[in-house]
């Protein structure tokens, strides 16, 4: 599966941060929530998705829990877009 995101808006810190984005799977474009925890115990990302979302994930076929953990793979990778201006160093290690 090819999913790609792309980060909207970042506030908080590097110990943790509120993520707000989207990601696309297969020309469909769908938005997420996510926080971001730094430092103690490691980097976690734990990324959500509306019930709108969750729904239109399984009528095209996809396996939402599938999604949700390349969705925060990628996050933990940085394997996504940011918007002009905001760079990684602002909110990661």
């Given amino acids: 599966m090819d999913l790609k995101v792309r980060i909207n808006n970042v506030h908080g810190s590097q110990m943790a941060a509120k993520i707000t984005g989207t990601f696309v799977i297969d020309e469909n474009t769908f938005r997420f929530s996510a926080i971001a925890f730094g430092r ?9 998705l ?13 396996d939402e829990e599938e999604v949700v953990m390349l969705l925060q793979k990628n996050l933990l990778e940085g394997n996504l877009d940011l918007p002009a201006g905001l760079k990684k160093e602002t909110f990661a290690d």
Wanted: zero cysteines; charged letters at 25%; hydrophobic letters at 25%.
């Fill in 50 to 62: 509306s019930k709108v979302t969750q729904t239109e994930l399984k009528k095209l076929g996809y």
């Fill in 40 to 48: 103690i115990g490691g980097q976690n990302v734990g990324a959500k």
